[in-house]
């Protein structure tokens, strides 16, 4: 088995090392939480999906993601963050392929946001939960990948950032990214940042309109007779990554000051389910999706 | 300063419960406790009137190590100031130096134009008299140019303000005033002319009864009165306020306290400049005091016509000499409250405080370059 707590130790090390570190305390000290929670809820259409290039059929799918986040100042350069989040892909399969009915994860959000010098912001997470088909829970399911993101703020219009995804389980351990986000006039902002870059129009302080990319991604631990009763038995508690990536158009409303609504159409360009140990893979061609969000904050 | 946290923390409760009343009681009672408690931090202590400039700014800022040389190279420091338990507001703090005497300093601060410096985005910059008169905003109509497209904004929102909405900082009256204006000719012109009889009418307001003044901004989520948000920021510098005592009560910002004579600004002005894109238009007053070889300055913009709120900024210049070297060690503290900071999650108004400094920090820089080209 492999050492799924490496990432805590090291996240934990971290977070001690920060909070050890003599950092100036400032005198006022106020303890101001805020929070966040998002909603979203999805739906892909049918569409012909190919296992080594043979085809399988249609299937279609719902995904639903509740991310509750709370942040509270540990000192002035140092918020800690706490949280929540369950995510599900739900796949209606014509047949027994080698696609799970579900896919989900229940997991803690663990982090930090912290600033590093005058134009650098980092944020690290951990997410350490249950990742699988959900038919059987057991410690196989458990993992912890852990997010961290750079961002460097040039001016009020022009950010950096630079990311990294490590979760050991995946076929890719370790995913860099960098995007950038520029408002370049008044009304329209390139927003460059993984995993939802953006090409934003203000239609105004309301409403916007944007082009946008998504991308959905994990690894996942399938049941003891996953294989079995698809005649795949090598597949019994295997690994599973699942991605996929969307473009379309949407609309964002900020319906109160602290709640925005999001809706958005148009294909997944990309999906796969790759159960990289086995080299077994299935993915489909473009389908077209519904995906509405809910941002609040309080 | 245990009573300070103690008052703090009553006051805090008090907030709770005043969640039972109506808005407009709950903002009257909180305002009120707010002013006791300002009055009794301003009143803690005063400034010594002669001090060493380093001994002096270890005792009430953030700044820990300064290094007058590089400060006198044109090294500008920072820091962000901590999170606010005012959901709305952000600080930080600045430190520099310039090759002039705290009295030239001081006078320069307020006579610089920020025009000639093109990063800050001003489009015009006008003293005011006191009492200012009407005429002294008609220049606003030519400086109206629709074909840029922050002053296009400012129009568009402008024209679209009704009676009963605005997404500009207005009191009900001024929307209602402004709507009637412009009721007839919606030319550029027309509302640069209808726009001056608003601010003259705040100006001419705050020049008779000060912050007292202040009308509120009628048409956000909940009505905004620009003073309170200003006491609420101050209220969290709890380290800064006792040092600007006198200066803070004699500008009437917190009560003004028995025995000190009013202070009337030695400045007034009014602004068209950028900000986030949309041309803003601003009303600002200056408060010199003297204290001893060093001056302290309060700079308020008392009304804003969009984006932000409202914004104060301290200063404190003293005298250095440094390897035969002359000049003014300045630091300031700016608040500065804003709309967009209500929700914003943590990382968030780390970033805005972080901006903050950044476009504050452009204001210094050109302030220091102005020196180099009267």
Known sequence: MKNVFTPIVVLVSLLVAVMTTPVKVSAAGPKVVSQELDVSLGYVGRGTTLEDNLHVGPISEMNTDVKYAASLPFNKDLLLRFGAEWQRFSFETPRAVAVPDTLQQGNAILGFDYQLAEQWLMRAEVQPGLYGDFSRLSWRSFDAPIVMGFVYLVDADLQWAFGLRVDVRSQYPVLPAAGVRWKFTDVWTLDLMLPNPRLEYDVNNKLQAYLGGGILAGTYVVGDHFGDVRGLPQLNNATVDYSEARLGPGFSWKALPNLTLEAEAGYVLYRTWDFFDQHINLNSKPLPFLQITCHARF | ?374
């Not at chain 2, 009257?28 to 301003?42: E, F, G």
């Not at chain 2, 190279?73 to 999170?83: C, D, K, N, Q, T």
């Not at chain 2, 140019?145 to 400012?154: E, G, L, M, S, V």
């Open chain 2, 1 to 374: 300063m245990r009573w300070l946290t103690i008052l703090l923390a009553l006051i805090n409760r008090i907030r709770a419960l005043t969640k039972l009343f109506s808005a407009r009681n709950a903002q009257k009672i909180t305002s009120n406790l707010l002013m006791v408690i300002l009055c009794c931090a301003v009143s803690a202590s005063a400034p010594a009137l002669e001090s060493d400039p380093l001994a002096g700014l270890k005792q009430f800022s953030d700044f820990s190590k300064i290094d007058i040389k590089r400060l006198l190279e044109g090294a500008i420091l920072s820091e962000r100031g901590p999170l606010m338990a005012f959901p709305n507001g952000i600080s930080s703090q600045l430190c520099f130096a310039v090759p002039s005497s705290p009295a030239e300093t001081v006078k320069h601060l307020q006579t610089w134009d920020p025009k000639r410096c093109g990063s800050l985005k001003v489009y015009a910059s006008h003293r005011l008299n006191d009492p200012c008169e009407l005429k002294e905003f008609s220049s606003l109509s030519l400086d109206l140019d629709p074909a840029k497209r922050p002053i296009k904004w400012f129009l568009d929102k402008t024209l679209a303000t009704s009676d009963k909405s605005s997404e500009l900082n207005l009191s009900q009256i001024e929307a209602h005033e402004l709507a009637g204006c412009l009721s007839k000719d919606a030319s550029p012109k027309s509302v640069g002319s209808c726009w001056a009889s608003v601010l003259f009418a705040r100006a001419s307001s705050f020049q008779r009864n000060g912050f007292a003044s202040m009308f509120p901004y009628e048409f956000d989520v909940e009505s905004i009165t620009p003073v309170l948000h200003l006491r609420s920021m101050l209220k969290e510098q709890v380290r800064v306020t006792p040092e600007f005592a006198i200066l803070l009560q004699r500008s009437g910002l917190v009560n003004v306290a028995s025995g000190f004579a009013p202070l009337r600004p030695s400045q007034y002005y009014w602004r068209l400049f950028d900000a986030d894109h949309h041309a803003t238009l601003s009303l600002g007053a200056v408060y010199v005091l003297e204290v001893g070889d060093r001056y302290q300055v309060l700079e308020v913009e008392y009304y804003v016509s969009g984006t932000y709120y409202t914004t104060a900024t301290l200063y404190e210049v003293w005298p250095i000499n440094y390897g035969g070297k002359t000049g003014s060690l300045v630091w300031s503290n700016v608040l500065c409250s804003a709309p967009a900071l209500r929700y914003a999650a943590g990382i968030e108004r780390l970033a805005s405080g972080v901006i903050l400094i950044l476009e504050f920090k452009k204001m210094v820089s050109c302030f220091q370059n102005s020196f180099k080209t009267p």
